[in-house]
């Protein structure tokens, strides 16, 4: 079992940065598939990245590919998402999650940090 906390929302004008924060406590956090998410009001959960048990490969949505990138530090139990040229649609509430490798499910979430970009 693994315990994920989102960390560094906020609110950020359009074309600004944030870079969220996702640590994590319990099992071996270097065992986990991590990814991040989002969900707007009134909208499904969107995918947004996924990286690899090492970090070295990483997938992204085509919303953010080009802006946001996905990190992982394994000796600090922590995984980010650097957020650049922030839109308005980029609003929303922003979670970590974590899964087996051999599995395509993410079982682990987090409660979620919130991202609001004015215009």
């Known amino acids: 079992q693994v315990q994920l906390v989102e960390s560094g929302g906020g609110l950020v004008q359009a074309g600004g940065s944030l870079r969220l924060s996702c640590a994590a406590s319990g099992r071996s956090f270097s065992s986990y598939v991590m990814g991040w998410f989002r969900q707007a009001p009134g909208k499904v959960r969107e995918w947004l990245a996924t990286i690899s048990l090492s970090g070295g490969s990483t997938y992204y949505a085509d919303s953010v590919k080009g802006r946001f990138t996905i990190s992982r530090d394994n000796a600090k139990n922590t995984v980010y998402l650097q957020m650049n040229s922030l839109k308005p649609e980029d609003t929303a509430v922003y979670y970590c999650?974590?899964?087996?490798?051999?599995?395509?499910?993410?079982?682990?979430w987090g409660q979620g940090t919130q991202v609001a970009v004015s215009s």
């Open positions: 999650a974590a899964r087996d490798d051999a599995l395509k499910a993410y079982k682990h």
